[in-house]
């Protein structure tokens, strides 16, 4: 179970939006923490805590395929991204790197309480409760796992 404060996003927010490009020159994850979604709100990086949840609109992660997107929000501090729809490629991205979502049509307001349940694709804000996607049993055994990386070690047993 996942619990934390909402972020708010709305429809379509890119992968240039949530890590831009000019800070991609260095693979120094801490800062592409402090950048973090500076396009869409200039504060995030600085106010974000570890465990709040982005909830957000359709198509989110769209743009370019990086991977760097999913683990700037995860340095970040975020635990989990609610979105009407993903960008399929933000999506595997996301689960490779261990950034756990739920596909769900969540309303609520930012500083709102979410908690997550990432094995039911359950989303409460108060008493309400949205059903989303559940994750398939693979998809959930390599966030649980950590990310893909991680899985994959596992699987591979001792060297």
Not at 18 to 33: F, S
Not at 35 to 54: C, I, T, W, Y
Not at 91 to 100: C, D, E, M, S, T
Request: glycine share 12%; hydrophobic share 40%; charged share 30%.
């Amino acid at each position: 179970m996942i619990r934390g404060r909402a972020w708010i996003f709305g429809d379509d927010v890119d992968t240039d939006v949530i890590i831009p490009g000019r800070y991609l020159r260095t693979k120094d994850t801490r800062l592409w923490a402090e950048h973090v979604m500076e396009g869409l709100n200039p504060q995030f990086a600085s106010l974000v805590r570890k465990g709040d949840v982005v909830v957000a609109g359709r198509n989110f992660g769209s743009g370019s395929s990086r991977e760097q997107a999913p683990r700037a929000l995860l340095e970040a501090g975020v635990a989990a991204v609610v979105a009407k729809s993903f960008a399929r490629i933000f999506y595997r991205n996301a689960i490779n790197v261990g950034l756990p979502l739920v596909e769900a049509d969540v309303e609520c307001r930012e500083g709102d309480e979410v908690e997550v349940d990432l094995a039911g694709g359950t989303v409460l804000v108060g008493d309400r409760r949205f059903q989303g996607t559940k994750l398939p049993d693979f998809l959930m055994q390599i966030l649980q796992d950590g990310g893909l990386v991680a899985h994959r070690r596992k699987e591979k047993g001792p060297v």
